[in-house]
């Protein structure tokens, strides 16, 4: 999981609660990203941010938002408009911009009840 | 669309076979390809990757294929053992309006029976 962390590992939401996952890089990454993993489906790109103050929607970023005010930090955060947000979720990290290794973080299982 | 297609979904072999798993991808401007390792309540790890330049890459017991006019590529794992099960997903990368990013297949579960 090499220098990426996320917090808290098992999350439980009422629905209708917003809630915010942690992310946090020390290995001074330009690059990082959320995706959401499903089981029996590869990873799907929520958001994307190559440097700071600045991000993109990935491929299911709907009901979610995002914010990049530090190098270190990107922090999601899954809104009630999200239908389905019972998931495993993932950040990851890369020096550069997608064609780049990217690091995962350990993961964040967040149940909506 | 972009789309990366991984086989088999499961994939038992007895401990010191060999196991192949196999990925297809349709954006023939694809240049690099990772494979992850995820055990269980954990995050994918990085194992090997290649770049379109070459076609083959190993790393002791592990080694990747490439053949870009098909557009598949394989992961090759000799003499498995027991820790090697685990979920394995290859990605490739695909050009969308802000760069590079990577597209992944939906995973394979690999059993190694002691």
């Known amino acids: 999981d090499g220098g990426i962390t996320q917090s808290p590992k098992y999350l439980f939401r009422k629905e209708g609660q917003n809630v915010t996952l942690s992310c946090e890089q020390n290995?001074?990454?330009?690059?990082m990203y959320w995706y959401r993993q499903d089981p029996g489906q590869g990873l799907r790109l929520i958001y994307y941010?190559?440097?700071?103050?600045?991000?993109q929607k990935g491929d299911i970023a709907e009901g979610y938002s995002v914010s990049r005010e530090k190098k270190e930090s990107f922090p999601l955060t899954v809104t009630s408009a999200q239908k389905n947000p019972t998931a495993f979720y993932l950040c990851a990290s890369s020096t550069g911009q997608g064609a780049y290794e990217q690091y995962f973080g350990p993961g964040t299982r967040l149940t909506v009840t | 669309g972009e789309n990366v297609e991984q086989h088999p979904s499961t994939l038992s072999v007895q401990e010191g076979d060999s196991a192949v798993i196999k990925c297809t991808y349709s954006d023939s401007a694809s240049n690099y390809f990772p494979w992850y390792k995820q055990e269980l309540g954990k995050g994918p790890q990085l194992i090997i990757d290649?770049?379109?330049?070459?076609g083959e890459k190993k790393d002791q017991r592990i080694a990747v294929t490439l053949n870009k006019t098909a557009k598949h590529f394989s992961l090759h794992i000799t003499e498995t053992q027991p820790e090697d099960s685990a979920v394995y997903f290859c990605?490739?990368?695909?050009?969308?309006?802000?760069?590079?990013?990577?597209?992944f297949g939906a995973g394979t579960i690999l059993r190694v029976k002691s």
């Open positions: 941010s190559q440097i700071v103050n600045d991000f």
């Open positions: 290649i770049r379109s330049n070459v």
């Open positions: 990605a490739a990368s695909i050009w969308w309006e802000y760069g590079n990013k990577l597209v």
């Open positions: 290995l001074n990454h330009d690059a």
